[in-house]
């Protein structure tokens, strides 16, 4: 057959050639299903999957097997530092005491990853996934929506309040000239080379930095709004990617158009920290004012203690 | 007013939603279907596809692009389904269906079996240019915008595909000719 006729005009014809109407169930079965489907939240969609050069694989897995190695390290029986492999003794721990936050339990964390707090009570409270690990305190009627390995969520009693999310492990997103955007190679961005992408970003207004020092861990807070008629980088794209995740999968979030976000970043034993407050572009800049400082207090509470994140030894706040 | 579903249905509006896709149903299921070649599969693909793209609806960065975004997400959905059957089935061999010929007399019943069982042997991804191409006309630019793959990375694949169809229209005449089917 081939060799009469032209293999291309064979496929024209043949793939013209079959079922073009749906079964009107169809629809009903998804219209059903997506009644019980929420959508992704708008921090967690992937943009789009970046590109990864082979530098950057290289050190994401480098990175993979040292926090499995610290983890591993830190189950160790006698472990005394946070770090693991101690001497036999166990020396005083200098620890908080306990907390409030509840013992795991199933609740209902935010697409439906697994590990998070649920709703808080009032009091301290720590992370159980996110390292370096995170211990707070709070008032009653916040959430612990997401606890993972490199990112933490706290959602304010009112759900409609911009919430505070947490990041470590996460590179900067270069996007300068294109709509394909590329992580930046380094694996830890320092607060310095953060404040000055996001000042020099042409899709942000920026206000000026400010000198923060958050449970004894220094750095810079920034407020940035993606700016809509400043967005030339991709015409027609209304969103500013700006993190890179490090961890699979590899995703990228950034700032749609209007949005706002209160930066605080920091170095925490070399490790840095990005904690943001995020409202939404139908915040007015006062609702968003008032927000960040619904939020601010919460967040100078923050201490940052020994964590999976961290691959060095460290002293417990 | 399409701009205006997407925008909406991003938001969460359902309902929304569900005019969207339902003008845009058939296409995706023919799509499906050629692919697949399987009509019940085809069908649970596409519930899937629209399903997820509820789902991640909010990543998508440009409502006008939504109709690409879909028929993406839906290829991939498709090509994740057929490598799994593909795997099953990777000892068995699919048998010719006798069935009523098509309208036109253009292709032989056993032309179709022919190329049926041709495309069967493609990898997944081979069948999905081919339907981009033949079915939808689809340039090897356009089938780079919808896989969101390199234009000179399209072209190569489809040159590579029309290559593994011959093969494989080949391969089964010459197995045709030695189990005695008419070739």
Sequence with gaps: MTQQRDIESLLDLWLSDGPIVAPDRVIDVVADRIERQAQRPAWRFHLREIYVNTILRAGAAVAAIAIVAVIGFNLLPNSSNGVGGGPATNPPSSEPSPTLTAAPRTVACEDDLPGCAGPLQAGEHRSRNFGPKLIYTTPTGWTNAIDIADIYKLDPPEATTPYILIWTNVGIIESSNSCAPSARASPNSTVQEWIDFLMAHPGLHATDPVLVDIGGSKGQSIDVTASADRVKLCPGDPNVPLIARKTAPISEYGASAGSWLHLTILDVRGTTVLIEVYGPASASSSEFAAAVAAAQPVIDTFRFGCGPAVPRPCTQP | ?183
């Design chain 2, 1 to 183: 007013v399409d701009r205006d579903l997407v925008e909406a249905a991003r938001n969460g509006d359902r309902e929304a939603y569900v005019d969207l896709i339902r003008v845009r149903s058939d296409r995706l299921f023919a799509i499906a279907q050629r692919v697949l070649r399987d009509i019940d599969r085809a069908e649970d693909a596409l519930q899937d596809a629209l399903v997820i793209a509820w789902r991640d609806l909010r990543g998508l960065r440009d409502p006008d692009r939504f109709d690409a975004w879909l028929q993406r997400l839906l290829i991939n959905v498709c090509i994740a389904q057929a490598t799994r059957e593909r795997r099953r089935t990777s000892n068995l061999r699919v048998l010719p269906i006798d069935g009523p010929a098509a309208p036109d007399d253009l292709l032989s019943v056993a032309d179709r079996d022919q190329l049926d069982r041709g495309f069967r042997r493609l990898p997944p991804e081979q069948r999905a240019i081919l339907v981009l191409h033949h079915y939808l006309g689809y340039t090897p630019s356009e089938i780079a915008e919808t896989l969101g793959i390199p234009a000179g990375t399209a072209r190569s694949r489809l040159h590579h595909a029309h290559r593994a169809m011959r093969a494989a229209l080949e391969a089964d005449a010459r197995s045709s000719v030695r189990e005695g089917r008419p070739a």
